[in-house]
């Protein structure tokens, strides 16, 4: 976890409304007033108007100063901190929102006297360390560990902390005892029967001055598959949209509002974001609360639909039906086929041809057919598999469990592939392979198809 010195806020005067500190190390706070008054001044010189506002943070070599604005009252709000944490920026946005919602009337009518924010405090001490630590980080004693030992031995029943005298209790030393480098602050809990608050708000303090280490180890593989728990949130003009944006900008929020079923690797793709990024927004947007691990995609195969679940349902359908089930899946699968047919006739525009450039051309027109007949699509590439994923297809919508698989889609599939080799934009040789790989009808989140081209 990212080491803090200080936090500050200050009003566009460069005065210092509220300073607490985290570290050992004392920083004059009216001189990181003026020291930030000068530099707003200096920018002000060089940037357009309005552009002040917009700096995000200041690189000192050995530390850095992380910036957010609040537009209403006009405060800044400063963390002194080891280097960049989305995590720390996060909390600082919560505090400083919590600060102008708390002291609105008092903001409004400032004078110069300070002495009426310092209260505030507390609300810093309790919320904005505590709250950076969640109950899946692991605690570890640093290197002075004097202290800590002195605690769990019963050597001492007070410590001065922050400059601040804080009685030992019975569930400091239990808590401490249990802290290894290994166990998460939720297994403490359970082996402790002390809630995670309490832990948090202890470790909080050992953290903050240097007595304990904190990291987790959220492990995000890229077929693992999340939701978020209320997108409804990122919708809305949200704190939390808010602090997501800040952080990882839209792809961020767009991560978020994508609908479920698609796993990260997926996502990265259709987002356009590096696949080591969309996992460190996985695990950030986890250990927030925003997202749920809910299964893991498991390795890309083209199934054998005779073993498949979509052959059992299929089966179950028929017996259900009688042996007209074949004609009717059969009359489904040729009605894309005809779809496919005369939408291809009418956008000849799609059709044409490319040497050495088929396989390009051809997944493009395959997208777009689709997309003319479903709203919700999306598509990635696996090797040289196209995968094409539907979250509407008309038989799977308020569907019923005796009604049939989606034969439409795959029938549009065909349809556009065979029209094109009709039209010798595919090699005569060429082969297209379509299965239907899952499908809402039998309990996924979403109907995929995996589509691939083989030579005869």
């Keep these: 976890m990212t080491r803090l010195y200080d936090l500050y806020i200050i009003n566009r005067d460069g005065l210092c409304l509220l300073h607490q500190k985290f570290g050992v190390i004392d920083v004059d706070s009216d001189l990181v007033g003026g020291f930030f008054s000068a530099i707003q001044q200096f920018m002000r010189d060089v940037l357009p108007i309005g552009d002040v506002q917009s700096i995000k943070s200041l690189d000192r070599g050995d530390f850095k100063l992380l910036i957010e604005h609040r537009t209403e009252s006009d405060i800044f709000g400063i963390v002194i901190c080891e280097k960049e944490d989305v995590e720390v920026r996060r909390k600082l946005i919560e505090i400083l929102v919590e600060f102008e919602k708390t002291h609105k009337d008092k903001l409004r009518t400032f004078i110069g006297d300070v002495g009426g924010f310092q209260e505030f405090k507390n609300i810093i001490l309790s919320k904005f360390p505590s709250q950076l630590i969640t109950s899946k980080h692991i605690p570890e004693i640093g290197r002075d560990d004097k202290i800590i030992h002195q605690i769990i031995n019963g050597e001492v029943n007070s410590v001065e902390l922050a400059g601040i005298n804080y009685v030992v209790t019975d569930d400091h030393r239990s808590i401490l005892r249990y802290v290894n480098g290994q166990r998460t602050i939720e297994e403490i809990s359970k082996v402790t029967e002390i809630s995670t608050d309490n832990i948090i708000e202890v470790i909080s303090l050992f953290v903050w001055n240097n007595l304990l280490k904190l990291h987790i180890q959220p492990l995000i593989h890229e077929t693992d598959i999340f939701e978020t728990k209320d997108v409804n949130v990122f919708f809305a003009d949200s704190l939390e949209k808010q602090i997501v944006l800040k952080t990882f900008g839209e792809k961020g929020l767009q991560f978020l509002t994508t609908s479920k079923g698609l796993p990260i690797k997926d996502l990265a793709e259709l987002s356009g974001i590096d696949i080591e990024m969309a996992k460190r927004m996985a695990a950030n947007f986890l250990i927030s609360g925003y997202i749920r691990k809910v299964g893991s995609e498991k390795a890309l195969s083209l199934i054998d639909l005779k073993n498949s679940p979509l052959a059992i349902y299929a089966q179950t359908l028929k017996r259900a039906k009688g042996e007209d089930m074949g004609d009717l899946l059969k009359t489904i699968f040729n009605a894309g086929l005809n779809a496919a047919t005369d939408f291809c006739q009418n956008r000849t525009d799609l059709i044409y041809e490319s ?89 996924a989140d979403a109907c995929k198809w995996a589509i691939k081209f083989v030579k005869k």
């Design 355 to 443: 040497d050495g450039m088929w396989f390009g051309n051809m997944t493009d027109t395959i997208i777009e057919v689709i997309r003319f007949f479903h709203k919700y699509i999306d598509h990635t590439y696996s090797g040289k598999i196209l995968n094409v994923i539907s979250r509407d297809c008309f038989e799977c919508y308020n569907f019923r469990f005796y009604e049939p698989v989606c034969y439409y889609t795959t029938g549009l599939i065909n349809g556009v592939f065979n029209f094109c080799k009709s039209k010798k934009m595919v090699e005569e040789t060429m082969e297209l392979e379509v299965k239907e790989i899952e499908c809402k009808a039998t309990g």
